[in-house]
């Protein structure tokens, strides 16, 4: 078993940055080898991918915030994190840390609200 813990998350002012971490449990070896991601929703909407990385360090984004969010992660520490710049209020959900293993399955972390409002 696998548990992800997200933090960072909070109220900030339209065009601000958070930077979401995410902590992964168990051992570095597995965390290093499968993908990383963060999701979103939004009240009354489908989750969402947002970020991906792999354990190379290859990373992918969803159009809606390519350029303005930066996927990254410590293997040695077993974090992953997401830096947000020029948030807006369509930003607005609640983010989820996720753990791919392919066909053991994946993990998901409880989730952090981030609300962009003035």
């Known amino acids: 078993q696998v548990q992800l813990v997200e933090s960072g998350g909070g109220l900030v002012q339209p065009g601000g940055s958070l930077r979401l971490s995410c902590a992964a449990s168990?051992?570095?070896?597995?965390?290093?080898?499968?993908?990383m991601g963060w999701y979103r929703q939004a009240p009354g909407k489908q989750r969402e991918f947002i970020a991906a990385?792999?354990?190379?360090?290859?990373?992918n984004y969803a159009d809606s915030v390519k350029g303005r969010f930066t996927i990254s992660r410590d293997n040695a520490k077993k974090m992953v994190y997401l830096q947000m710049n020029s948030l807006k209020p369509e930003d607005t959900a609640v983010y989820y840390c996720h753990q791919d293993q392919g066909p053991r399955g994946d993990y998901w972390g409880q989730g952090t609200q981030v609300t962009v409002s003035s």
């Open positions: 168990g051992s570095i070896f597995i965390f290093g080898t499968y993908v």
């Open positions: 990385i792999t354990s190379g360090g290859s990373t």
